[in-house]
């Protein structure tokens, strides 16, 4: 990537691998945030009162999907990072101390006997007038699909750890609900099953990408945050005695899994060649294929893209199966807590460099490269047809990805790649309004079925604004990028 300079006073223009050139106005900034904040002030979610949580879209479209006034856990960490930031941190605790009592509600969902530990995806308020209102939790039993959302109380431990650390707030992390609570989330998420991985086992849809979309297995956003997770609960959980054979044991599955995703879900083309000769069928200790990959599974995508010195993490592994595309999110948050070397978080930037067009493209960034098609998409997705090629969450582009991608390449001494997606985003988001998601392979439409107003859009890009200014602000992921005191644990 070249910057080309000033070419008239205030606007500047920049030159995307390929040529492409995308002119955007250096004084849009300002208009673009007041537009973000403004929409944050009317997305705050309050109950009897308090502010407790942020609404997925302001005014959503009659016909979109009645869960966008929900607050969605995942859809408030964006929001919360900025009020963090802002040193605005009431919504924060009361978001927190909300959703855990949210898991009173869990015997509704029947049947099925779900832990005390798992989290709703999403939350309402309803009732009219302060003193009526209730609030009402979806665990999964309401959202379409019925998808079991395993990422939030992932992203819960993360978020309270954060806000501990950020705020010195210990007496939240030191109350007894809490304390229990975490111990309940890691209980739950390291409890012994059939598996014989350190990654954890999932159903379809159990993250961002709530709907079918084959990410069933061990995805690779999961297991980025699962290490989170561990490595958060660590943190929480440390000065206490009884709390440590738990603690040891979460500490030797973060080192375990992290070993093993830099082992076995990296690729590069080093690792292609390897794979592309593997032999198969080998049994016992010594086998080097172990999960049994047969090298014809390699898409012919993947040999014409890998650049010479680009690499990434693969979207899912498990028994003869290695899913080649490249996920966003868990590669960015990979980087952004400390899974991957500093080596591969080099390569993965390098890759978002060389591959500009296919992984930013318009507006920042692909969720998922590349989009299943015909066939495929037909048996991975049961036809979807919010999940069309180069749409939603096949292959479409996600405004709210600025945020951990301008993380990512700031950790990874890219400011410049950091730069040059804000700029993309400065020149369209708050004119069109926000939108949840883009189409089209570079992502210059956008999204036939997008959400306007989407707050985790406008929240996305006003923290990836806030990092550029302060990159200091990184340090509210030290609590996950270091070493947890785990690393005295052998494996
Ligand atoms: C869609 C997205 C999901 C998000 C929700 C609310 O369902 O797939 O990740 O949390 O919308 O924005």
Not at 38 to 65: I, K, N
Not at 132 to 150: L, S
Not at 341 to 358: F, G, K, V
Request: glycine share 8%.
């Amino acid at each position: 990537m070249s910057t080309r300079g000033v070419a008239t006073p205030g606007v500047a223009s920049v030159v995307m691998p390929g040529g492409v050139t995308a002119c955007y106005a250096v004084a849009m900034h300002q208009a673009a945030i007041d537009s973000a904040y403004a929409l944050l002030r009317r997305a705050v979610m309050t109950y009897r009162g308090e502010p407790v949580g942020t609404v997925a879209a302001v005014a959503p479209a009659a016909d979109g999907a009645v869960n966008y006034q929900d607050c969605f856990i995942r859809d408030f960490i964006p929001a919360a990072l900025v009020f963090l930031a802002d040193g605005e941190t009431r919504i924060i605790r009361n978001f927190l101390l909300t959703v855990l009592d949210l898991r009173a509600q869990h015997q509704r969902v029947q049947g099925h006997g779900i832990e005390p530990a798992v989290l709703p995806a999403s939350f309402r308020v309803t009732g009219g007038a302060p003193h009526k209102q209730v609030i009402e939790a979806d665990f999964g039993d309401q959202a379409i699909g019925r998808v079991a959302p395993v990422d939030a109380m992932m992203w819960w431990v993360i978020l309270l750890a954060i806000y501990c650390r950020r705020t010195g707030d210990r007496s939240l992390a030191q109350d007894p609900t809490i304390r229990r609570a975490v111990k309940d989330i890691l209980e739950l998420s390291l409890r012994e099953s059939f598996e014989v991985f350190p990654t954890l086992l999932v159903p379809d849809g159990a993250f961002m990408i709530d709907r079918r979309m084959g990410v069933y297995g061990h995805p690779l956003e999961i297991q980025a945050l699962f290490y989170g997770l561990l490595v958060s609960a660590d943190g929480l959980l440390r000065p206490e005695e009884p709390d440590l054979p738990l603690l040891d044991m979460a500490a030797k599955r973060a080192k375990m899994l992290r070993t093993y995703l830099q082992m076995f879900y990296w690729l590069d083309l080093e690792r292609l060649n390897e794979i592309h000769r593997y032999a198969t069928e080998e049994f016992g200790a010594g086998s080097v294929n172990m999960l049994n990959i047969q090298p014809e599974s390699i898409p012919d995508w993947v040999v014409d893209w890998l650049p010479e010195r680009g690499g990434y993490l693969v979207g899912n592994l498990g028994p003869g199966r290695m899913d080649f595309r490249f996920f966003a999110v868990g590669n960015l948050l990979a980087i952004l807590f400390g899974i991957v070397s500093c080596q591969h978080a080099q390569a993965i930037m390098t890759l978002y460099q060389d591959r500009c067009e296919d992984l930013i493209g318009c507006m920042p960034a692909k969720l998922v490269y590349p989009a299943v098609i015909g066939k495929e998409w037909q048996f991975l997705t049961g036809s979807d047809q919010k999940n069309v090629p180069w749409s939603y969450h096949n292959g479409g582009n996600w405004p709210v990805l600025l945020w951990p991608l301008i993380a990512a390449a700031l950790r990874s001494g890219r400011g410049d790649l950091a730069q040059f997606a804000l700029d993309l985003a400065d020149h369209r988001l708050p004119g069109q309004h926000w939108p949840e998601y883009y189409d089209g392979r570079r992502g210059n439409l956008i999204g036939r079925r997008a959400q306007l107003n989407q707050v985790w859009s406008a929240t996305g890009y006003l923290f990836a604004h806030k990092l550029v200014e302060d990159p200091a602000l990184l340090d509210l992921f030290a609590v996950i990028d270091h070493q947890p005191h785990s690393e005295r644990a052998s494996v």
